[in-house]
């Protein structure tokens, strides 16, 4: 007997992991959230050679946190204060968002890190230390909690990072905390194409919080027809 499918299935949310000792890690608070929203939560390979196949397959994807990129690859020197993401992670992330050109409709967010090489990957620029340029830096690091503003609202986010765009290269500035840090950006010409600095999956504000995870798969159950 064949599959019904009449049955409309559950969003495919794909969430990328880190690699630390050739391992792969990701927060269950990640897989929570997603799974929370109507998602069915999937922890991605991390290998360069799985990419097509991944874009084809996806119905959403989450770039998640985790430590600092290496900026060689984007024609400047790595900050000596950086506490560097693996290669393999960031070479795979990066073709995730070249791959995801060929579907602007799948729904991506970003999340801290995930932001960030959105932002690169769109031509931006990144501040590599906010101690050195930021007299309220420690506002943003720590897990603590500030206020944004902006195109997506207002509310009280939770942080944890101590570096952040200063410019979104092709990409649109879409909140930003009281400080003028960077908080939000996203693409005008896609359905759901966004990155926040800080953590939707460990915010309680409802609208900043899983608010993001919900608008992620309304907008993949969109994509899937």
Known sequence: ????TSIPTTPLIGITPDRPQEQIEVRSTYLDAVRASGGLPVVLSGCLQDVP?????????????????IMEAFGVPTHPKAC????????????????????????????CLGMQLMGLHAGGQLDQHLPDTLATAAD????RMHSIEGMLGSGSVWSRHRQALVDPGSLQVVARAGDGVIEAIASPDRPMYLGVQWHPERTDDLQMGMGLFHQLVDH??????
């Open 220 to 225: 993949a159950r969109v994509e899937q027809g």
């Open 140 to 143: 943003h690091a720590d897990g």
């Open 84 to 111: 560097r993401i693996d290669a393999c992670r960031q070479e795979f992330e990066l073709a995730l968002l070249e791959a995801v050109g060929t579907r602007p409709e799948l729904p991506v967010l970003g999340v």
């Open 1 to 4: 007997m064949g599959m019904d």
């Open 53 to 69: 196949a991944i874009i084809q397959r996806l119905d959403g994807l989450v770039l998640t946190g985790g430590d600092d990129p």
